[in-house]
Each structure stands twice: as C-alpha cells, then as structure tokens.
C-alpha cells in the first residue's frame, strides 16, 4: 500500500512555480522508478523566498489528477 508523508504545509502565496515532470531532487535521488510513476503524472511545487527555494515533488494516480492539480496551484 501507498506511504503517505507530510512534512509541514506550504502557504499557497509562497508558491512560485510548479513543474511537470520528475525535476527534483527527490525523484533523483529514489535509487529506482516507483511503479506507477511516469513523468505525465508528476509535479513539483517550488516554493520559499526568491533565492532559496525548496521542492516538494508529487506522483498522482493519473495524467489528469497531474493536469488539474498543476492548473490549480499555478
């Protein structure tokens, strides 16, 4: 079964950017591919102050739960 890990919360204002795909640390560092995951169903939220941002990346369940969550916090 799934892992679900949350550590701390984002304030929607400090969000700069969200990308699709799988540009992360997070995901390169995962030593191999999770099953399920595939680029069109990952995001990345890039949030913080201007000159140092951090990431918390997202694997959803399909390519659209991808797109929606994407178009919604961009």
């Not at 701390?8 to 099953?35: A, C, L």
């Not at 595939?38 to 918390?56: A, D, N, Y």
Request: hydrophobic letters at 35%; aromatic letters at 16%.
């Amino acid at each position: 079964s799934g892992r679900f890990v949350c550590d701390g919360y984002i304030n929607f204002w400090d969000i700069h950017e969200v990308r699709m795909g799988v540009q992360s640390k997070e995901f390169e560092k995962s030593d191999k591919q999770v099953p399920g995951q595939h680029p069109s169903r990952c995001f990345v939220i890039l949030f913080g102050r201007e000159f140092r941002l951090k990431t918390w990346s997202f694997m959803t369940f399909s390519d659209a739960e991808c797109q929606s969550w994407a178009r919604c916090l961009a």
